[in-house]
Nanobody, 123 residues
């Protein structure tokens, strides 16, 4: 089973840019759609972005559209989330998740979840 590890989080200021990385091991992500979710303190986990297995299609939550970009490098077994124009409301733990087909609901079936990386954005 593919294992996912996110990294790249940190303490940022509003307006900054940050790139998160999701690195896979123990298998290939090539067959999976890859999602990013986030969870703010006291809130439910929410969908951020998704990219289809071939990278041809991407999907974004309205709250991040135009600011965040996801891409993948299947030969490197990695997925990226480029976050620009960060806002305090982007604060949370960011998770990547692999699934057969795009999934926006974190309660759906996923092949694997990472442990998350913390992003804090101050105003």
């Amino acid at each position: 089973q593919v294992q996912l590890l996110e990294y790249g989080g940190g303490l940022m200021q509003a307006g900054d840019s940050l790139r998160l990385v999701c690195a896979a091991s123990g298998g290939t992500i090539g067959a999976y759609a890859m999602q990013w979710f986030r969870q703010a303190p006291g809130k439910e986990r929410e969908f951020v972005s998704a990219i289809t297995w071939g990278g041809h299609d991407t999907y974004y939550a309205d709250s991040v559209k135009g600011r965040f970009t996801t891409r993948r490098e299947n030969h490197q077994n990695r997925v990226y989330l480029q976050m620009n124009e960060l806002r305090p409301e982007d604060t949370g733990i960011y998770y990547c998740a692999a699934s057969i087909g795009v999934r926006r609901d974190p309660r759906d079936d996923f092949a694997s979840w990472g442990q998350g990386t913390q992003v804090n954005v101050s105003s």
